[in-house]
C-alpha cells in the first residue's frame, strides 16, 4: 500500500503504535512524541488506546504481534491487498477452531474516481461467514488516492481429522476498471481428538444421578449394587465419541445404590 496505516482485527482499535526507542519511551506514562531524525537503536513498539474507563472498571488488553501474510495485486487503478493468517487457529480451551479474520484493502491508484465497485468473496466448502455477513460488498465510488477496508470473519464448518489446504477467492471489479482476481491460501489444521479418561475403581460403570442430596444438587456417582449390568463397550469413533448401539442407563439411584428407573437409550 502506498498510504500504510494500522491493520486491527480485534474488536478495539489502538489509537497509536510507534516503533521507537526503548531507552526514550520506557517510564514515559502518555503521549511520546518522535523526534524526526532520531536513530532508533534499541527498539520498542509502544501500542496506546486513548479510552476513558469509568471508576471502579477495568479493561484487559492482550496483543500478539507477528506477520500478516499479504496477499497483493499492486496494478492500478484497483490495489487490493488481502490480509489474514496463513493458518487457522485453534481455541484451546474450548477445543475448537477459532474464527479465521480476512481484511480486504482497495486503494484507488488510478487517474479517475471508481465507479460502482463490487467486491465477491468466493469460500470452500470447509468455510462459511459468521453471522448474516454478506460475501458481497458494493461500492458506489472510490475516489482517486481513497483507500476503503472490508472486514470478514469466517468459521470452519467442522472439525477435520486431517490438515488440509484450502482457498479464498476475491474478485475487484467496477464499471471503468478491469476485474482483478485474487486466491488467499490458508490451512486449516486437525482438531486434537477428544481425550478418554478411564477413572480406576468404577468398573467403567456408567455414573448415575442421585437425588436424595438434601442440598438439591445433583450428584454423580456409579451404579454400586447393579455394576455388572451397566457396563458398556467401550466403543468410540476418532474423536472420543460412544458409538454403541445401545447403552443401559439407570436414571436414579437411591442411598443404597439401588436404581429406581431403568431405560434403554438407542
Not at 141 to 156: D, L, P, S
Request: charge should be positive.
Amino acid at each position: 500500500m502506498y498510504h500504510t496505516a494500522v491493520f486491527c482485527q480485534g474488536s478495539i482499535r489502538p489509537d497509536k503504535v510507534q516503533f521507537v526507542n526503548w531507552g526514550r519511551i520506557s517510564g514515559k506514562q502518555w503521549d511520546y512524541k518522535i523526534a524526526a531524525g532520531q536513530s532508533n537503536g534499541d527498539s520498542a513498539v509502544s501500542v496506546i488506546w486513548d479510552r476513558k474507563i469509568p471508576a471502579g472498571k477495568e479493561e484487559t488488553y492482550i496483543t500478539r504481534y507477528g506477520l500478516s501474510e499479504l496477499v497483493q495485486d499492486l496494478r492500478p487503478p484497483l490495489e487490493t491487498t488481502l490480509s489474514g493468517d496463513s493458518e487457522v487457529s485453534i481455541d484451546n480451551e474450548k477445543m475448537e477452531y477459532a474464527p479465521y479474520p480476512l481484511t480486504i484493502d482497495i486503494q484507488n491508484i488510478g487517474k479517475a474516481d471508481a465507479k460502482n465497485v463490487t467486491v465477491n468473496i468466493e469460500l470452500p466448502n470447509e468455510l462459511k461467514a459468521t453471522g448474516n455477513e454478506s460475501l458481497q460488498v458494493k461500492l458506489p465510488e472510490i475516489k482517486v488516492g481513497q483507500t476503503v477496508k472490508a472486514y470478514r470473519q469466517f468459521r470452519v464448518e467442522a472439525n477435520l481429522s486431517e490438515e488440509k489446504t484450502v482457498g479464498i477467492k476475491v474478485t475487484v471489479d467496477a464499471d471503468n476498471a478491469a476485474k482483478k482476481t485474487l486466491f488467499k491460501n490458508i490451512k486449516i489444521p486437525k482438531l486434537p481428538r477428544n481425550a478418554i479418561i478411564v477413572l480406576p475403581g468404577i468398573a467403567a460403570s456408567r455414573l448415575h444421578k442421585n437425588a436424595n442430596n438434601k442440598t438439591g444438587d445433583m450428584l454423580w456417582e456409579p451404579n454400586r449394587k447393579n455394576y455388572k449390568l451397566n457396563i458398556p463397550y467401550l466403543a468410540c469413533d476418532e474423536n472420543g465419541n460412544s458409538i454403541n448401539k445401545v447403552i443401559p442407563e439407570y436414571s436414579e439411584i437411591d442411598q443404597n445404590g439401588n436404581r429406581i428407573v431403568e431405560k434403554n437409550k438407542s
